[in-house]
């Protein structure tokens, strides 16, 4: 194809002779061009008779085109000239419209050019972050809520807890409302039935001298009780032959029971536990097979009118609890705090060789070597990497971010960069620190203390390569705390604390590293509330059933004509 012919300014197609033609373009100037007809004009599928004259002759193709062909003397032929159905000869292409066609196509070419290298630097700039791979997060096992076995909540039992749906949350915070019913037995003669909301930290320790009893500590943060009254009319929830008792506690802000004497001796002051009443209340916690322990339960039981000799029937329900605070009261986050910084050598080479010069750098290496010459070592650089990660966390919070880059890069001496690095992994494991105490009159100090640590994952986060590269200033964010770990808290017997450690897996000119750097003392603050609770919002009490607002006004009628307050109608049903 020739440049007039990709600007659509002539049309090439092939003859009935099997040789090709040109056509003028409607848009261009008709002209003359020269095409060479086969050697033998008649041998093709085209069977019309040709004329030849003495020094020409003509051969009609088609609806009126001719091959006109001049011989000279000596026999050769000349050009041949499409002419159309008019059978007139058309005028050559001059040298100016070739060269305004040749330049037009140039000014094409530099255009499309301009074009990719636009497209190319838009992509580039638009480069989406690495891929997040799925890594394990070793959570901790700090919980249990199957620790009274022979009191369990089952609803076959002589008697059960039922909660409302507002109060069924996984995990409950500060001023968390918990509501239900108490179900009891019809058949059953029943005096009362009380209910105990309770909040209690156990500490057990190992006794040297007397191994089978070991030293106790037992203190309550808190204990509300309460005698509950029977719901004359069930509720549709309510199971068969039961009958139902409701009750409505919240979790309290802070600790408020006193401590009491423990082994005939107090909790003494220090700056590693609490002495006093007023604190936060610390999560729940399962630590040494039960051994050390924050717990908060709901324990209900009923008095039959007859008295027998077998103990009352209790049941107890486990609530797990983690401290909160308003979003209000959140201080502004603190200022990124750096880890000693890691030191490393980088090559010259990049991460992602072409695959051709890696072959000739191969066999280069290989001939060099059999001569006896010297290798050509890569240039190195040693660097110096530093993260800043925060001086505190804080539970559930949906971003926390931190930096990393690269500092003090010293070369030895070849002018080759560096190859770049990438972070294809971060890890942040903690060390959780858990100080218990036993307060004990015989013992010298006045209390028996022990500590024991447990590791688990704050995140574990892997990338897909190539990884993010590492720049003087490359933040790291999309990191989440489970709200299942416990913050840092201190209680009358029990505290926690924690170091953090980092483990960050680089890669450079295609060789991977690991590198470990460690914080001490890193706060992990509780989550956050909006509004007071962490769960969902309390729904609106159900409407009345059909019978029961006619009862109530019928009720409200008969204390107005008798002068005397109207009885109260049982509180409505509870959705369980």
């Not at 002209?31 to 002759?57: I, M, W």
């Not at 918990?178 to 039935?193: F, M």
């Not at 036993?438 to 190539?466: H, M, T, W």
């Not at 060789?511 to 609106?540: F, N, Y």
Request: charged fraction near 20%.
């Amino acid at each position: 194809m020739t440049l007039l012919e990709s600007f659509g300014l002539i049309n090439t197609t092939e003859d009935c002779l099997g040789g090709p033609y040109t056509q003028p373009s409607s848009s261009f100037t008709s002209f003359q061009h020269t095409v060479n007809p086969p050697s033998n004009p008649c041998l093709g599928e085209c069977s019309k008779p040709y004329d030849r004259q003495a020094s020409t002759y003509r051969h009609q193709i088609g609806s009126g085109g001719y091959f006109d062909e001049g011989h000279r003397s000596t026999g050769a032929r000349n050009d041949c000239y499409w002419s159309s159905s008019s059978a007139t000869a058309q005028p050559k292409p001059s040298p100016k419209t070739e060269f305004q066609a040749t330049v037009l196509w140039i000014n094409f070419a530099v255009m499309l050019v301009k074009l990719l290298n636009v497209m190319a630097t838009t992509l580039a700039s638009h480069t989406q972050r690495p891929r997040a791979l799925y890594s394990y997060v070793v959570q901790p096992q700090l919980y249990s809520d199957h620790h009274h076995p022979d009191r369990q909540n089952t609803p076959e039992g002589p008697i059960s807890i039922a909660f409302s749906r507002s109060s069924r949350r996984s995990i409950h915070t500060n001023n968390d409302l918990v509501k239900g019913v108490v179900h009891v037995k019809a058949r059953l003669q029943i005096k009362r039935v009380t209910i105990k909301f309770i909040g209690k930290t156990t500490c057990r320790l190992s006794n040297d001298r007397n191994p089978a009893n070991p030293h106790v500590a037992e203190v309550e943060l808190f204990c509300h009780e309460k005698t509950l009254s029977r719901i004359q009319m069930p509720t549709p929830t309510c199971p068969p032959s039961r009958v139902e008792y409701p009750f409505e506690f919240r979790f309290p802000e802070a600790v408020e029971a006193k401590p009491m004497l423990q082994n005939e001796a107090p909790f003494k002051p220090g700056g590693l536990f609490e002495h006093e009443s007023g604190h936060q209340l610390p999560p729940s916690l399962w630590l040494n097979e039960n051994d050390i322990c924050n717990e908060y339960f709901l324990r209900a039981e009923y008095v039959a009118e007859q008295t027998s000799f077998t103990l009352n029937p209790v049941v107890v329900h486990q609530l797990r609890f983690s401290p909160s605070v308003p979003e209000l009261d959140v201080p502004s986050p603190l200022p990124l705090l750096p880890a000693p910084p890691i030191r490393f050598e980088r090559k010259s080479r990049p991460s992602t060789p072409d695959p051709t010069k890696e072959r000739r750098t191969s066999l280069k290496r290989l001939t060099t070597g059999l001569r006896g010459v010297d290798k050509v070592e890569d240039s190195s650089a040693t660097s110096l990497l530093v993260l800043r990660a925060p001086a505190q966390y804080r539970v559930g919070a949906s971003t926390t971010a931190l930096k990393i880059s690269l500092q003090a890069t010293l070369t030895d001496g070849y002018e080759q960069p560096a190859a770049p690095v990438y972070l294809r992994g971060i890890r942040a494991q903690v060390s959780a620190h858990f100080h218990y105490r036993v307060p004990l009159a015989s013992a010298s100090a006045g209390e028996v203390c022990a500590e024991s640590i447990e590791k688990f994952d704050l995140f574990n986060q892997r990338y897909s390569k190539p990884g993010i590269q590492v720049t003087q200033d490359t933040v790291l964010d999309g990191f989440q705390i489970n709200k299942i770990v416990p913050p840092t808290f201190k209680t009358y017997a029990v505290a926690l604390n924690y170091d953090v450690k980092y483990n960050l897996l680089l890669e450079c000119a295609g060789k991977e590293s690991e590198h470990e750097v460690e914080m001490k003392d890193v706060l992990i603050e509780p989550m956050t509330r909006p509004g007071g609770q962490l769960g969902p919002p309390e729904e609106p009490p159900p409407p009345l059933r059909l019978g029961e607002l006619d009862v109530a006004q019928e009720l409200m009628r008969q204390g107005g004509a008798s002068g005397q307050v109207a009885v109260q109608l049982p509180p409505p049903p509870y959705h369980r």
